[in-house]
């Protein structure tokens, strides 16, 4: 009999796209930010299967933005050149030398390597940071911290338009200034949440190397209200690199992001799981 040669996987694989249909339903049309941080990364096969969720989204007609990080990247390049780089409550002190290094790599290498990897995918992938078409205008974060831009104006019809040309956009945060020729360091997540803020995405997805928020036990909460993440900053559970990422989900959830999601984007198929599956992954705080 077939049916009994079949392997059990196989049908259990059936089984997980037909029961996707509900979701696909629910995101046809929608748009949906992925943040793709430099520690989520790791090696071309990851790279490959982070490209191959995001084609596959766009196919079943989510419009996808990935925004992405490279701070490690950034790193190694100014380890090289010799200039010195600190972070000053999770964010690098950007000095003009600092801040051409980080628009060569933010712009020049990593986003080229998304963008490679997504038309490897049979993706239409196209990369810009946000200086193109005045994406994203800044100002001075902080004067402690140089050339870190805080994003004040955003100019997202560039996304749109590229959504109706089937294009998947590919943004570095890399922000311009008020002033001719001014360039700005925007750390990733801030640069994801306004711009999905801007858009009113249906979902921002930060993708990280931690599973979530956690509790003072140390398990991850799978749903939150931003009440509950206030509290968890008061109290210090929510600490250290974990503060900026969830000013960044207070922030867009304000500015009319439907929901915010926390996961590993180290997990496979972290996206996937997340968006078209019973499971969903990591943290999600909506109000
Ligand atoms: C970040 C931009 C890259 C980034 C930086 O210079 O590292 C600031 O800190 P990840 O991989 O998402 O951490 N900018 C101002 O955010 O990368």
Known sequence: MRLQKMNRDWISTAKTLAEALPYLQRYAGAIVVVKFG?????????????????????????????????????????AKLGIKSEFVRGKRVTDKAAVEVVEMVLSGVVNKRIVQAINDQGGRAVGI?????????????????????????????????????GIIPVVAPVGTGM????????????????????????????????????????????QLDPEQINELIEDGTISG?????????????EAGVRAVVILDGRLPNATLLELFTEHGAGSIIRN
Not at 53 to 78: E, F, R, S, T
Not at 242 to 253: D, F, G, Q, S, W
């Open 129 to 165: 940071s946000g200086k193109d078409d005045d994406l994203m205008v800044c100002v001075a974060d902080d004067p402690e911290l140089g050339f870190v831009g805080k994003p004040v104006e955003m100019n997202v019809q560039v996304l749109r338009d590229l959504f109706s040309a």
């Open 38 to 78: 430099g520690n989520a990364m790791g090696d071309d096969e990851a790279m490959a299967d982070f490209a191959r969720d995001i084609v596959l989204m766009k196919q079943v007609g989510v419009n996808p933005v990935v925004v992405h990080g490279g701070g490690p990247m950034i790193n190694d390049m100014l």
């Open 241 to 253: 690199g974990m503060i900026p990422k969830t000013e960044t989900v207070l922030a867009a959830i």
């Open 179 to 222: 002033a001719d020729n001014e360039t700005f360091n925007v750390n990733g997540d801030t640069a994801a949440g306004a711009i999905a803020g801007a858009l009113k995405a249906d979902r921002l997805l930060l993708l990280t190397d931690v599973a979530g928020i956690k509790n003072k036990d140390g398990q991850v909460l799978t």
